[in-house]
């Protein structure tokens, strides 16, 4: 059973940065898809970006050029998953969870994940 932790998350000024982490335990392919998504109160849920071995990565509209996945693997297993967040804005202030796939294809659906971390939260103060 693969199993996802959140870390990283806190409160930071506009234009400031955080880095998100999230440790996977159990055994899931690194080639699999993973993805940050995030949810602000009164608004559903939205994905950030995401990654895998054949589709490579994607990022929503609203944190192109200023938000970067990574994922760190030991030989073919994910062990990590990072969202590096620079030039953070006050709308930018969410949950933010991770959530993986038992395939490599990625989608920008809730419901198309198979794990789901706790969250993080991030609040971007003006």
């Known amino acids: 059973q693969v199993q996802l932790a959140e870390t990283g998350g806190g409160s930071v000024q506009a234009g400031g940065s955080l880095e998100l982490s999230c440790e996977v335990s159990g055994s899931t392919n690194s080639r699999n898809c993973m993805a940050w998504f995030r949810r602000s109160p009164g608004k559903e849920s939205e994905m950030v970006a995401s990654?895998?071995?054949?589709?490579?990565?994607?990022?929503?509209e609203f944190v192109k050029g200023r938000f970067t996945i990574v994922k760190h693997e030991d030989k073919t297993t994910l062990t990590t998953l990072n969202l590096q967040m620079n030039e953070l804005k006050p709308e930018d202030t969410a949950m933010y969870y991770c959530?993986?796939?038992?395939?490599?294809?990625?989608?920008?659906?809730?419901?198309?994940?198979?794990?789901w971390g706790q969250g993080t939260q991030v609040t971007v103060s003006s």
């Open positions: 959530a993986g796939r038992r395939n490599v294809a990625c989608y920008r659906q809730t419901y198309m994940y198979d794990y």
């Open positions: 990654i895998s071995g054949t589709e490579g990565t994607d990022y929503a």
